[in-house]
């Protein structure tokens, strides 16, 4: 069987009418990371449809009234319309946490970690992230951009207009730069959008074992200063945890990206707890995992626009009982986003929909929670709030139509994926599965 992602016909009206929206997932609004109770309005809108036009949102609406408009009668034969009978229409889902760049699955650490295996038994036998540090070094910038695009045509054909994509698995100045132009050169092929991140401190690599402040130093003052000049990445991300960079280190990378004109983001309390106040001082984008967040720091974040990102994902792949704990954050008014973390070690997964499934049977938030979080709240955490995570005149146009009559059933099939059209900047971007 063969999956394939047919091409847009470019020479095609440059309007487009969804019509017959069984339910529509507006998720209008302030264009602000939305909290507590305001998580769960999702602005529905029932017969609905949507014009788009010049890659934008147009119009919205109940349908009869939006066929009512008097442009649109005069010229509808010439638009080319996209039917969403018994169909649910919502904002492309916006993945604001992945690890594209890798070059092989991570099948001895699945294997080892089920058989009961340590991280250092895992290492032994060859697995880890030294194995995809190895692979991404050997591979060429082409094989990388090949395997982002694979990645990033699957996110697509289940619901995802929006990545965030991280570099991490070079640890070297050459690989580093490698790893986002791959990035960039997979987004150049890709009709959907791209954030690029530079994660050069993803772990200490190899050659500098006992040395991390060195690496650090060589991250401040090398790559970040490198991949700003040559704007290859939005932001800088570091991974704040035991084992890998300390809060010191963290706030140092933080203070050299702000330096050279870059947004900051962390992967912090994933395993164990750190305190955030450092971080937070250089109003990073989001802070991600959050598994392990004090009480403390909930209160801190509640005054914040930073959002913590939840990646759940990680956690049933680990086979972990515990997820992070989303009531809490949402119920002390922080906002959250959730993204799949895609990544070959801890969630090799470009499924937003498993994601929310996951979010609402782990981690109690509701359907409608769960899908402000990884629209809107998730558009806010990487900053594109003004032109997505709504559906609203005036925004990008990227929407994902779901082969379901009512939106919950996004969350509540699992494993099965019914998204059934894809429209990315106005254009349709149809898939079929051929034999
Ligand atoms: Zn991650």
Redesign the pocket.
């Given at each position: 069987m063969r999956h394939k992602v047919k091409l847009p016909n470019r020479a095609s009206s440059p309007y487009l009418l969804l019509t017959n929206i069984s339910q529509l997932l507006t998720l209008r609004g302030e264009s602000a990371p939305r909290r507590g109770s305001a998580l769960n309005a999702v602005g529905i809108i029932e017969d609905a449809s949507v014009l788009c036009g010049g890659g934008k949102i147009v119009a919205v609406g109940r349908q009869r009234e939006v066929l009512r408009d008097e442009w649109l009668r005069k010229n509808r034969s010439k638009i080319h319309e996209l039917d969403c009978s018994g169909r649910v229409v919502l904002p492309g889902f916006i993945d604001c946490?992945t690890?594209p760049v890798f070059a092989e699955p991570r099948l001895i650490d699945f294997e080892k970690r089920i058989s009961g295996a340590s991280y250092e038994e895992i290492a032994a036998a060859g697995g880890g992230i030294r194995s995809s540090i190895a692979a991404v070094r050997a591979a060429s910038r082409k094989e990388l951009a090949d395997k982002v695009l694979a990645a990033l045509n699957a996110m697509l054909r289940q619901g995802t207009t929006t990545v965030e994509a991280?570099s991490g698995y070079g640890l070297s100045t050459e690989s580093e730069i490698k790893s986002l132009e791959a990035i960039r050169d997979a987004a150049n092929r890709w009709p959907g959008t791209v954030q690029s991140t530079l994660l050069a401190a993803h772990v200490v690599p190899p050659e500098f074992a006992g040395k991390a402040d060195q690496y650090v130093e060589k991250v401040c003052d090398e790559i970040i200063p490198l991949a700003a000049r040559r704007k290859l990445a939005r932001y800088v991300d570091v991974f704040c945890e035991r084992g890998a960079f300390t809060l010191e280190q963290s706030e140092k990378i933080f203070a050299a990206a702000r330096r050279n004109g870059l947004g900051t983001r962390a992967?912090v309390c994933q395993f164990t707890s750190s305190r955030l106040a450092g971080l937070l001082a250089h109003h990073p984008a989001s802070l991600?995992h959050m598994d392990c967040v004090g009480e403390e720091d909930v209160a801190a974040l509640n005054g914040s626009d930073t959002v913590a990102v939840l990646?759940p994902g990680a956690n049933y792949f680990l086979g972990h009982k515990d997820y992070p704990g989303a009531r809490r954050l949402i119920d002390s008014g922080v906002a959250i986003a959730l993204a799949t973390?895609y990544?070959p070690g801890t969630s090799p997964t470009p499924s937003m929909a498993f994601v929310l499934s996951t979010a609402c049977t782990h981690m109690r938030m509701s359907p409608a929670e769960a899908i402000c979080a990884a629209t809107m709240n998730a558009a806010c955490a990487l900053g594109l709030q003004a032109q997505k995570g709504t559906i609203e005149p005036g925004k990008d146009a990227d929407l994902a139509v779901f082969d379901v009559r009512d939106y919950r059933e996004i969350a509540y099939w699992f494993a099965w994926n019914r998204c059934a059209e894809m429209v990315a900047g106005g254009e349709v971007q149809s898939f079929a599965v051929d034999d």
């Open positions: 946490h690890h991280k992967h991600d990646l973390d990544n």
